[in-house]
Every structure is written in C-alpha cells, then in structure tokens.
C-alpha cells in the first residue's frame, strides 16, 4: 500500500489527515467516527456518576441508537478521548 502525501502552506501530510474514518449504521449509512465519538462522549458524560457504564454496556448503548460499534472499538474510542474506565469514573456518595 502506497503512503500519498500533499504539501500544503502548513507543511507536509498524509492525505488521509484530511479525512475521517467512517462506519455503517444499522440502515447502511456511513458515519464518521467523529460522530459515534461525540456521542460516546456525550453517555458518557450523562452516565450515572455512582455507576458508570463499562465498555460493553457503552457498546450495547450505542448499539440501542443504530450504531454497530464493537466493545473493543468503543475502548480504542474512549482511550482517544482521553476518557477513563468505568472503575476510574465512578464518584463516591
């Protein structure tokens, strides 16, 4: 597989810097893994504090919304956020 690059102003890039990744939804649709991040994000900011939600039951979550995301996805996705395990997350009362 050949690397492409393009020069630009800014410097020097792959091509596939300017492009995001997609995944097909329930119906067919491709979605950018942007869009399944940012409402990942969003779950999980909405999550039960006291107890928050593993990687499966995210999973199963994005599942319920049309989104087929694997749990091992949904682990890489968290870790690109920059978002801690459920054990890491929960609050105490």
């Known amino acids: ?9 800014f410097g020097t890039f792959e091509l596939k810097f300017f492009f ?3 995944l097909p939804t329930d119906e067919g649709e491709e ?10 994000k969003d779950i999980i900011i909405e999550e039960s ?7 499966d039951e995210l999973s199963r979550e994005l599942k319920e919304r049309g989104f087929n995301v694997a749990r091992r996805t949904v682990a890489k996705y968290r870790e690109q ?7 890491l997350r929960r609050e105490l009362a």
């Open 31 to 40: 979605v950018s893994t942007r869009v399944i991040k940012q409402i990942l």
């Open 49 to 55: 504090k006291l107890k928050p939600l593993s990687d």
């Open 81 to 87: 956020l920059k978002l801690p395990v459920a054990r």
């Open 1 to 9: 597989m050949k690397v492409k690059y393009i020069q630009t102003d």
């Open 20 to 22: 995001s990744e997609s």
